[in-house]
Structure formats: structure tokens, C-alpha cells
């Protein structure tokens, strides 16, 4: 699956690797054991089967006159992943994080098949810390990571190609 990606500022992206770590450290599923150097804390914005780099100098200009974008990190989300639960941080949709989506998915508009979570007015602006959970281990998860606000910014914009197992970045910080 390819991606369009927020990545996060360094005090956002480091607050969220400290819960990736403290989840690993108890023994949890994490993203910290997710090895590859793609993985890095990040906002979906648009994920579909195919996202080819046509749109990239049009994204790159979105995000250099959007960026940094103000985030705000509250609560937990769970999803129900291929193979257990999926724990992750939930972003507030502030108006201008869902104009930037809405952006991000008109200027992919007619070249790709975005699945229905990311598409505007199903989006949910999460950070993903773990996969594959039973709910057990989301349990105890729960009672480890501080669900309280924080803030933070989106600084850069990246592609994942899931083909070549390649990231561009798009817009840096």
C-alpha cells in the first residue's frame, strides 16, 4: 500500500518513539520493532494501492505553503488491524490538518484508488505506536501511555512507495 505522510516535528516525532520504547520495554508489540529505516512516526494523509509520483511537485508545493501545520495529540484510537489490534495516537482534526487532507486527496484525484479511511470525511489523523495486539496487550498498553494532550507540528511531507520500498521526501522541514 503507498502513502502520502506528515512526518512530525523532532520534539512530536521524540514523544512518540519514547511510547514506541516504552512499549517494547514491557514486553508489548511496538513499532520500535519495526526495523526498517521507512519507519518513522507519521500522519497518513492518503493510502492506496498505487501512488505514483505525477503528483509530486504539485504536493511539494502544497505542503511548502501549508507546513509546519499545528497538531494536537489526545486520547487513544484502536483499530482492528489483518492481525490484531492496532494502538495508536489520535490528532484532533484541526480545520487546517483536514484542508491539507482534503488537498493532498483532490491533488491525487483521478490517479489513484485512496481506500476509504483515507478519503475525506472518513479520515482519521492518527500516529500508529503498535500492531498486532491481542486485547490483553491492549489492555496493559492502555494503562502504560499517557492519553493526555500534547501538541505538536507537522514539519515535512513524504511518499511511500510500497513497490520500490522507497520513501520521497516531498517537503522538508
Known sequence: ?????LLLDRD?????LADWQL?????????ADHRSPSNAPHVTLVAAPGIGGGADS???????????LPLVFEG???FNGRRGLV???HVLCSAGLVDFQSSVHGLLAGTVDPLPLSRPGGWIPHVTLARGLSPAQLAAAVQLL???RTTGQAAALRRWDSTRKTLKLLQEP
Open 1 to 5: 500500500m503507498d502513502s502520502v505522510e
Open 12 to 16: 512530536a516525532e521524540q514523544r512518540v
Open 23 to 31: 512499549l517494547q520495554q514491557s514486553g508489548l508489540p511496538s513499532l
Open 58 to 68: 504539485a504536493l511539494a508545493e502544497a505542503a511548502a505553503a501549508t507546513l509546519p
Open 76 to 78: 487513544l484510537l484502536v
Open 87 to 89: 494502538l495508536s495516537r
Open 146 to 148: 499517557d492519553a493526555g
